[in-house]
């Protein structure tokens, strides 16, 4: 766990790789001799799809929308419990009598 002593930082970083990645490769299961299905590149399927523009908008746009809709809801949920808890705690409204 702890680096040898008289290794640098750098030398001890890139020993714990080294360990980790002989560690995956024993672990991983042995290499078929099966040949690879063929694949077109990525820049090929993308030419013979055709995109429509509604969809190129969606794609684009869907995950900074949800992302914002998430981030929005739980700040507005967050806040209303707050304002609860502390609204339950102010002696001011009245509501908190005195024992």
């Given at each position: 766990?702890?680096?040898?002593?008289?290794?640098?930082?750098?030398q001890?970083?890139?020993?714990?790789r080294?360990?980790?990645?002989?560690?995956?490769?024993?672990?991983?299961?042995?290499?078929?001799?099966?040949?690879?299905?063929?694949?077109?590149?990525?820049?090929?399927?993308?030419?013979?799809?055709?995109?429509?523009?509604?969809?190129?908008?969606?794609?684009?746009?869907?995950?900074?929308?949800?992302?914002?809709?998430?981030?929005?809801?739980?700040?507005?949920?967050?806040?209303?419990?707050?304002?609860?808890?502390?609204?339950?705690?102010?002696?001011?409204?009245?509501?908190?009598?005195?024992?």
């Amino acid at each position: 766990m702890f680096p040898k002593p008289g290794l640098t930082r750098t030398q001890a970083l890139q020993l714990g790789r080294a360990a980790r990645a002989s560690r995956i490769r024993m672990l991983s299961a042995p290499h078929s001799k099966k040949p690879m299905p063929d694949h077109q590149p990525q820049a090929e399927q993308t030419q013979t799809q055709t995109l429509l523009p509604h969809s190129v908008f969606y794609r684009q746009f869907s995950k900074p929308f949800a992302k914002i809709c998430l981030l929005s809801i739980g700040t507005y949920y967050l806040l209303h419990g707050l304002w609860q808890v502390l609204d339950d705690n102010d002696p001011e409204s009245g509501l908190v009598e005195k024992v």
